[in-house]
T-cell receptor, first 113, second 111 residues
């Protein structure tokens, strides 16, 4: 197991387009988190899943954002009608047994032109 | 509101000097606090957590509830300690919630 993987690593899109990011967590981890990070900021929480259930969503997650984890394994984060303010690094993390030790992926960098 | 504050964006020290990265938090309940580190071109990873009361790579951090602080300390900095350091607070009541991160402090250790 190579850890949490995210795809794509980089995405450049035009304003108004939809984008989707995928995260594959560590296989035995039942919790999966999405964070967003912009320059000079720490990771900002977006949402998290326990198995397939989405347990919490941040106010940052507008109605243009949707996340799924249909089978309790991989997750997708979709952004509809992208705006320039959506440009950021989108980080995925997973953990097991609520230890607080999150294992992060390398992130998916989104640039909206 | 739950909040983590790291007042220093950048901390620059010479090799062998002591290091203290400051972290203050705002939380009404009993906090769980963590330090995460991101080395150049690597993923964000856990450095230590307050409940473990452990020393990792020579770093320690003590939770001071009176001062609502969780400062990270190392007596003798090494060049390989250069990285971004993020303090994080677990919200939502014990083990139920997500992590809230500070904005981070970039530590630069000069030879």
């Amino acid at each position: 197991d190579t850890g949490v993987s995210q795809d794509p690593r980089h995405k450049i899109t035009k304003r108004g387009q939809n984008v989707t990011f995928r995260c594959d967590p560590i296989s035995e981890h039942n919790r999966l988190y999405w964070y967003r990070q912009t320059l000079g900021q720490g990771p900002e929480f977006l949402t998290y899943f326990q198995n397939e259930a989405q347990l919490e969503k941040s106010r940052l997650l507008s109605d243009r954002f949707s996340a799924e984890r249909p089978k309790g394994s991989f997750s997708t984060l979709e952004i509809q009608r992208t705006e320039q303010g959506d440009s950021a690094m989108y980080l995925c993390a997973s953990d097991r047994a609520n230890t607080g030790e999150l294992f992060f992926g390398e992130g998916s960098r989104l640039t909206v032109l | 509101a739950q909040r983590v504050t790291q007042p220093e964006k950048l901390l620059s020290v010479f090799k062998g000097a002591p290091v203290e990265l400051k972290c203050n938090y705002s939380y009404s309940g009993s906090p769980e606090l963590f330090w995460y580190v991101q080395y150049s071109r690597q993923r964000l990873q856990l450095l230590l957590r307050h409940i473990s009361r452990e020393s990792i790579k020579g770093f320690t951090a003590d939770l001071n509830k009176g001062e609502t602080s969780f400062h990270l300390k190392k007596p003798f900095a090494q060049e390989e300690d250069s990285a971004m350091y993020y303090c994080a607070l677990r919200s939502g009541g014990g083990s139920q919630g997500n992590l809230i991160f500070g904005k981070g402090t970039k530590l630069s250790v000069k030879p």
